[in-house]
């Protein structure tokens, strides 16, 4: 008997393992799967409403949507394409419309530029996407920077990090467009000086960038993970609570970071994420501005269920669409 439960009990603890495994993952989809339509529903009510795209709102849309649909979710392809290129026209970035002018919508709105174009996979050649880089090329700062706009200078974090962060985004933006060697170079001169990170999208940006660069990751991957909360999510900004958009923003960058699903890290993300949604699908998530600190706001709310969604499927194999 005991040579017996020897040779049976690592089966048994295999097999539990494995039914285990599925469950989350069974959880994982339906949890992505009553997102989804609040994600599009509302991401369409921001284009009816607004009439206008914001670097937040429409974009993260696109990115979630898209990055369900990789992985096989049903989601609306044609409406998608439409309304990525009916982003990319400068007129759409404000409320203002074509009054703004085009270099006061440009310059404002580089955030905007480079979350279409992370948002845009294959789209790399398509005429709006060549002229973005033109354009991001053109609003690089002296110190080798780019300048957040829109509502960005007011969220709640030192104005260096807020330059940081967008820059940040527009090197992954730009990295592998040759024509963009120089500026990036000069970008990650700029980033060399950072200061000690205070939110945790200036910590997963890191990890993502060593990613793409093919560099060692160990040291991006410690210290993101260090931050992660008693709860097993992860807050926007240090120090507050684990939020769905923190969350997100992490478990992408382990994501591509190479970490396996059942990584303690990733587990306790994705637990966090499946006991804290709503029964709408979303996930509540406070502003980011310095007035909306542990506020609950739609907007946050919005752009943090998409961040949710990305952060979940991130772990699951692409399919051929």
């Known amino acids: 008997m005991p040579l017996a439960l020897r040779v049976t009990r690592p089966l048994a603890l295999l097999l539990l393992a494995g039914a285990v495994s599925l469950r989350a993952d069974e959880a994982v989809r339906a949890a992505v799967t009553k997102a ?39 989601v609306p392809r044609p409406y998608l394409e439409t309304t990525l290129e009916w982003s990319t026209h400068w007129e759409r970035w404000t409320n203002q419309g074509a009054d703004a002018g085009r270099s006061t919508a440009e310059s404002s709105n580089v955030d905007t530029m480079t979350a279409l174009l992370l948002a845009g996979t294959g789209t790399t050649d398509a005429d709006w996407a060549r002229g ?13 920077s780019w300048k957040p706009g829109g509502q960005l200078p007011l969220q709640n974090r030192p104005v ?24 990036v170079g000069r970008a990650r001169k700029f980033l060399e000086g950072a200061s000690p990170a ?3 999208e200036r910590l997963a940006l890191e990890l993502v960038l060593a990613c793409e660069d093919g560099r ?9 993970v260090a931050v992660q909360s008693a709860a097993g999510g992860w807050p926007w900004k240090l120090g507050a609570k ?18 396996a699903v059942d990584h303690p890290a990733v587990a306790k993300g994705r637990t966090f994420l499946l006991s804290s949604q709503n029964a709408d699908g979303s996930w509540s998530v406070p502003g980011t501005r310095t007035k909306d600190a542990g506020k609950v706001k739609p907007t946050a709310t919005e752009w943090g269920t998409a961040w949710a969604v990305i952060g979940l499927v991130a772990f699951m194999p692409e399919t051929k669409r």
Not at 160 to 181: F, G, H, N
């Open 198 to 200: 205070v939110t945790v």
């Open 216 to 224: 060692p990751r160990e040291a991006e991957v410690a210290r993101l």
């Open 132 to 144: 973005f880089r033109r354009t991001l090329l053109g609003l690089q700062q002296p110190d080798g």
């Open 242 to 259: 684990p939020d769905a958009y923190g969350t997100g923003l992490a478990l992408e960058a382990l994501a591509r970071a190479g970490l």
């Open 36 to 74: 989804l339509p609040f994600v599009e529903s509302r991401g369409k009510a921001w284009i009816e409403k607004r009439g206008c795209v914001s670097c937040h709102q429409v974009p993260s849309m696109l990115r979630s949507l898209g990055a369900a649909g990789a992985r096989g979710f049903t």
């Open 160 to 183: 260096r990090e807020q330059k940081e962060v967008t820059t940040l985004w527009a090197v992954l933006a730009l990295r592998t467009d040759p024509s963009a060697s120089e500026a």
